[in-house]
């Protein structure tokens, strides 16, 4: 068997791709992988890694950014701890799928557990101030009338 250059190329393309995937310990690529930029000098003082590390900074909302009604500020203080009104506001749901949508944040994106007559009052608020925008097929649409 005659090995030309394109042999030679994926045979060693093959055998480092295969000796960095089996090198979970990182002892071949050191302590810099090759695709990071150069290290810069150390700082004199490491500051302490901050528990909010990784976060996206915390959104500006009050609870006046949310529309007036009964619920309106457990609403806010429960779903603002993780995200901002806009979200809230984006959403047009029936109260299934509130309900749907807050048993997912608690399973899914662990957040933490309300008591029952609190969800009842959240989901509540929902359904009546961030209702379905769309009543049916072709509701809003001139055309098909």
Known sequence: MK????????????????LLA?????HLRGKQSAWSPPAKAAPAA????SPDAGKPPPHNDKVEDMPEGKGREV?????????G??????QGLTRDLW?????????????PPVKAAERA?????????????????????????
Do not use: S, W
């Open 3 to 18: 090995l030309t250059i394109a042999h030679v190329c994926v045979i060693t393309l093959g055998a480092t791709f295969l």
């Open 22 to 26: 089996f090198d979970r310990a990182g």
């Open 46 to 49: 490491v500051a302490p890694v």
């Open 75 to 83: 609403t806010f203080y429960t779903c603002t701890a993780c995200h």
């Open 85 to 90: 009104v806009a979200l809230i506001k984006a």
């Open 99 to 111: 309900d749907n949508t807050f048993d997912t944040m608690l399973e899914k994106h662990r957040m």
């Open 121 to 145: 009052e959240i989901l509540d608020y929902l359904a009546e101030q961030f209702p379905p925008r769309r009543k049916g097929r072709g509701a809003d649409n001139p055309f098909l009338k």
